[in-house]
């Protein structure tokens, strides 16, 4: 679990100036991250600061519900703990040297924590980490990380307030990989540790399609079915790119901004599909 730097690392004026946190965890590595950010300098959130709770580098590709449910637990397990598990710390480190660039084996790393703890489950308290981060990084090629990562790990741990924070979950209503039981799961999950839930049904593209008038010309069916068109690419991705040259890997927030509100409008009065 990482926190987009952006917002990790502007932490020191938050007391005189605080605005609750709206913290998103959901599927997709690109277009709702990227959606979700754009909306923190839209008129939407205004009086609030959408943070994204994003994959670790090395689980990018792990989007199913239930990884997303794990990385809400592991992060209010954090936000509680004062330890940290071997496996989220060999994972912030890989964080650290690919939004850096280090030209570092992170395998290396993992060998030398191997040595000093045998199970990835072990939690290490936070009190012992300065002189873990002195014997992991004495190398010579470690100089820079050695620097670096303590400051970067120290702005990961964002503030986070049970009465004026949010946390939410936004995941797709995908039929084809997700179960009924998995859903029932989600839902209970949700309730017992107050997470909101959105779903879009059927995938995050509809509601992109929402922000054009097209939407309303579209038969319900090709939506709801989203079926694939190519060998990679479905209904929705491929309507929306004929519309407004959408990138899945690049979504551009300027091309939705200005009809936020008119998605909002149709969301409440389209037929539920």
């Given at each position: 679990m990482r926190i987009n730097k952006k917002f990790a690392t502007s932490r020191q004026s938050e007391i005189k100036t605080y605005r609750p946190k709206y913290f998103i965890a959901s599927e997709g590595s690109n277009s709702e991250p990227m959606y979700f950010e754009g909306l923190n300098d839209s008129v939407i959130s205004e009086n609030i600061t959408i943070i994204n709770?994003?994959?670790?580098?090395?689980?990018?590709?792990?989007?199913?519900?239930?990884?997303?449910?794990?990385?809400?637990?592991?992060?209010?397990?954090?936000?509680?703990?004062?330890?940290?598990?071997?496996?989220?710390?060999?994972?912030?480190?890989?964080?650290?040297?690919?939004?850096?660039?280090?030209?570092?084996?992170?395998?290396?790393?993992?060998?030398?924590?191997?040595?000093?703890?045998?199970?990835?489950?072990?939690?290490?308290?936070?009190?012992?980490?300065?002189?873990?981060?002195?014997?992991?990084?004495?190398?010579?090629?470690?100089?820079?990380?050695?620097?670096?990562?303590?400051?970067?790990?120290?702005?990961?741990?964002?503030?986070?307030?049970?009465?004026?924070?949010?946390?939410?979950?936004?995941?797709?209503?995908?039929?084809?990989?997700?179960?009924?039981?998995?859903?029932?799961?989600?839902?209970?999950?949700?309730?017992?540790?107050?997470?909101?839930?959105?779903?879009?049904?059927?995938?995050?593209?509809?509601?992109?399609?929402?922000h054009f008038p097209e939407v309303l010309k579209e038969d319900n069916n090709a939506l709801l079915e989203n079926r694939y068109v190519n060998k990679s690419k479905r209904y929705l991705e491929k309507r929306l790119n004929e519309i407004c040259n959408y990138k899945k890997s690049k979504l551009n927030f300027k091309n939705f901004e200005p009809y936020i509100i008119d998605a909002i409008k149709r969301e409440k009065n389209i037929m539920k599909i």
């Open positions: 709770i994003l994959r670790d580098y090395a689980s990018n590709c792990n989007s199913h519900p239930s990884f997303i449910i794990k990385m809400i637990k592991e992060f209010i397990l954090n936000v509680v703990s004062d330890e940290i598990t071997v496996l989220e710390l060999k994972n912030k480190i890989d964080n650290c040297i690919r939004e850096n660039n280090y030209d570092i084996n992170i395998e290396d790393i993992h060998n030398e924590m191997l040595l000093l703890y045998k199970d990835d489950n072990y939690r290490i308290k936070n009190k012992d980490l300065n002189n873990l981060f002195l014997n992991l990084f004495k190398s010579e090629i470690y100089k820079d990380l050695a620097i670096n990562f303590p400051l970067y790990f120290e702005s990961q741990n964002v503030t986070y307030s049970k009465t004026t924070d949010k946390l939410n979950m936004v995941i797709d209503r995908d039929k084809q990989n997700f179960k009924d039981n998995q859903y029932d799961e989600v839902i209970n999950f949700c309730k017992k540790n107050n997470v909101n839930l959105y779903v879009s049904n059927p995938t995050f593209e509809f509601w992109l399609m929402l």
